[in-house]
């Protein structure tokens, strides 16, 4: 009998009678392999060690690729509890994101701007852009020698004129100029405060007062009286 066939063979009436969903070698399962194959091959003309030692050494990689990927299943199904936990944690505190997009709902927002690399230290103005959903410019902040650092500057939804803007989504940019005249663009922040998580994408999504921000785009999370402190540097 060939030695594979009979090494199968052998296994599929072992998984028969166990009922198992799912095939798993352990280490007796590999002695009553060794055992049936010593008795399906002919005397007078015994299997190749060689071939023999090698088929085993495939079946114990296969355990242990099994068993590899049952671990790692179990360590992402870990992960995933903690990262919810973690998700419900923020549900009150204040967060700034690293994003250009916000929703306005008509109470103000705290727009901030980073000026990172070498330019940082070196912008002598900055403009914070406000742009409607079109990307058409509905108002714009001037900042006057913006020093290193995180920054924020409170938007109440005015239009510059005095009009008041409808709720909807907005964005911004951040575009700083150098003594020389060179423009460059700065990091644009939002800042938040979280009233919820949502589950139901791939990767949990915060819901702020700001709209929706995924965990992966905060930069820094803070507590009510520290945001208040910080927005108002």
Known sequence: MNTIEALQGFRSQNDQKAGKAEDELGKAEFLNLLVTQLKNQD??????PTEFTAQLAQYSSLEQLQNINSNMAALESMQSGFDRLSALSLIGKSVVADSDTFQFEGAAVELGYRFAGEVAGQVAQARVVVKNEAGLVVDEMQVNSPAEGEHFLPWTGSDGDGGQLPPGQYHI???GSL????EVRGE????????????????NTLLTSNGRILISDISRVNNPTQADESSSS
């Open 179 to 182: 003594e020389d005249g060179t």
């Open 188 to 203: 644009s922040l939002v800042g938040s405060r979280v009233t919820g998580v949502d589950f139901l994408n791939s990767e």
């Open 173 to 175: 940019e951040v575009i």
């Open 43 to 48: 005397p007078l003309n015994p299997s190749d």
